[in-house]
């Protein structure tokens, strides 16, 4: 149903990629806040639960402490995969026990990924894998480890949603894409990312926080 990974840089981004065979992915599991750290909720997703594990994580609590609050507090909670990450690249899984199909989990110092109803156990290992062995902008990394995944064989059935969503400090998601129901959903976002977004976007950072010093937007009526 669903396959993740929250990471983390040197430069204290923070990230997230995810992918489903559910429509709007991103829109429902990924939580990530400036400064603090990101979480997923997934398999059977309870949207509450990643905004409860980010809250955890801003009043400075460790992560397995955070985690374990969350779980211990929440009924149903064998149905849920949760993962969480703070800013420093510490993380922390819970796999339920009426989590769906072949699923697994793995950590590195910068990141962390789960998933559920997999080709392979090991899908998010080589997710970690292929992280931590690419490098340049954390959106590509997040997304090298989304194709590792697909190379794999992802799922046990075919994927239509998929999502690339980073934090800096900005003050809000620098980058936050998102393909909510395709065929081929990593293939486009890969796409989005490498051929529109990056390119455009920290002139979109500097048009929120100095709008009068911002570039141009290119398009008719803007001279």
Known sequence: ????????????????????SSPAVAARCVNLADGVGGAHS???????????LING????????????????????????????IDREGRSAIHSGSHVLGHHGQAQSPHAV?????????????????????????????????????IAAGG??????????????DAGWRVTDLRVDWADNPVELLGEILVETWLPQRDAYVTR????AGAPSYGVPGDE
């Open 57 to 84: 994580l801003r009043d400075g609590r460790p992560v397995e402490e955070v985690l374990a609050w969350v779980v211990d507090s929440t009924p149903d909670i064998d149905y849920r995969q949760l993962l969480v």
């Open 1 to 20: 149903m669903t396959f993740s990974i929250l990471a983390v840089d040197d430069t204290g981004a923070i990230g997230s990629a995810i992918c489903s």
């Open 208 to 211: 929120g926080l100095m709008p």
């Open 113 to 149: 990924a789960a998933g559920n109803m997999l080709a392979r156990d090991d899908v998010p290992q080589l997710m970690v894998d292929a992280f931590e062995a690419s490098s340049g902008e954390l959106e590509v990394r997040l997304l090298a480890a989304l194709q590792a995944a």
């Open 155 to 168: 799922e046990e059935g075919p994927v239509h949603s998929a999502g690339v969503a980073v934090v800096r």
């Open 42 to 52: 997934q398999n059977i997703t309870d949207p509450r639960l990643g905004p409860q």
